[in-house]
C-alpha cells in the first residue's frame, strides 16, 4: 500500500502564505510526475500542480503566480508554496503522482479564512 504523508496545512489570513510538505516513497517518487491536488467542501477533486523528475511544472489557472511546486529528490519530498491565499483556496490537498493515482492519503486541511 502506497503511502502519501502530507503536511503543513493550517488556518491562515487571506493574503498568507503556506508552505505544504508530501513525503512519498522512494520507489513511486522517483519514476513518476508528482501533483499536488485539492479538494474543496462540495466539490470535485482538482489538479493543482505537477512536477516532473526533472522539474518542469504546470499549474491549473487559479494558482499560476501564487502557488509553486517544487521537488527535493533526495528527500523524496515534493512542496507546495502557496502565497496570496484567497478563501476559494480552501480545501483539503494531497499529493499524489500525476495519473493512474494511488491510494489517497489524509491530506492536509488548508483554512483560508479572517
Known amino acids: 500500500q502506497v503511502q502519501f504523508v502530507e503536511s503543513g496545512g493550517g488556518l491562515v489570513q487571506p493574503g498568507g502564505s503556506l508552505r505544504l510538505s508530501c513525503a512519498a516513497p522512494?520507489?513511486?517518487?522517483?519514476?513518476?510526475?508528482m501533483a499536488w491536488f485539492r479538494r474543496a467542501p462540495g466539490k470535485q477533486r482538482e489538479l493543482v500542480a505537477s512536477?516532473?523528475?526533472?522539474?518542469?511544472?504546470n499549474y491549473a489557472d487559479s494558482v499560476k503566480g501564487r502557488f509553486t511546486i517544487s521537488r527535493d529528490n533526495s528527500k523524496n519530498t515534493v512542496y507546495l508554496q502557496m502565497n496570496s491565499l484567497n478563501p476559494e483556496d480552501t480545501a483539503v490537498y494531497y499529493c499524489?503522482?500525476?495519473?493512474?493515482?494511488?491510494?489517497w492519503g489524509q491530506g492536509t486541511q488548508v483554512t483560508v479564512s479572517l
Open positions: 499524489n503522482r500525476v495519473t493512474r493515482a494511488y491510494a
Open positions: 512536477i516532473t523528475n526533472s522539474g518542469s511544472t
Open positions: 522512494g520507489s513511486i517518487f522517483n519514476s513518476n510526475t
